[in-house]
C-alpha cells in the first residue's frame, strides 16, 4: 500500500503561485511514476502532469504547459507541482497520484485525498 499525502494548497490571486507538494509512503518511490489531477466543481477530474519515476520524463495537459511544473526529490519521497500565472479557471481539488509499475502508458491506481486551490480575480 501506498500513502499519498498532498500540501501546499490555499488561496492566491489571479497571476500567483503555488507550489503543490506530495508525500508519499513506501521504500520504493523512485520507482514510481507520478501525476498530479485537478477536479473543478461540476467537472469530471483531468489529468494536469505526469513525471517519469526517475524525472527524466514529464508531461502536461494543454492546459499546464508554459505554466506549470512538475518536479520530483526522491530522497524525500515527494513530488511537486509549481504552479505559475494561475488563471480564474484553474481553481480545484488538486489530487496527488502514483502508478507503482512506473511504466509508460501509466496507471494512476493510488491516489492522495487532495488540496484545494482557489484563485481570486
Known amino acids: 500500500q501506498v500513502q499519498l499525502v498532498e500540501s501546499g494548497g490555499g488561496l492566491v490571486q489571479a497571476g500567483g503561485s503555488l507550489r503543490l507538494s506530495c508525500a508519499a509512503s513506501g521504500r520504493t518511490f523512485s520507482s514510481y511514476a507520478m501525476g498530479w489531477f485537478r477536479q473543478a466543481p461540476g467537472k469530471e477530474r483531468e489529468f494536469v502532469a505526469a513525471?517519469?519515476?526517475?524525472?527524466?520524463?514529464?508531461n502536461y495537459a494543454d492546459s499546464a504547459k508554459g505554466r506549470f511544473t512538475i518536479s520530483r526529490d526522491n530522497a524525500k519521497n515527494t513530488v511537486y507541482l509549481q504552479l505559475n500565472s494561475l488563471k480564474p479557471e484553474d481553481p480545484a481539488v488538486y489530487y496527488c497520484a502514483a502508478d507503482l509499475n512506473g511504466l509508460w502508458p501509466y496507471k494512476f491506481d493510488y491516489w492522495g485525498q487532495g488540496t484545494q486551490v482557489t484563485v481570486s480575480s
Open positions: 513525471i517519469s519515476k526517475r524525472g527524466f520524463g514529464t
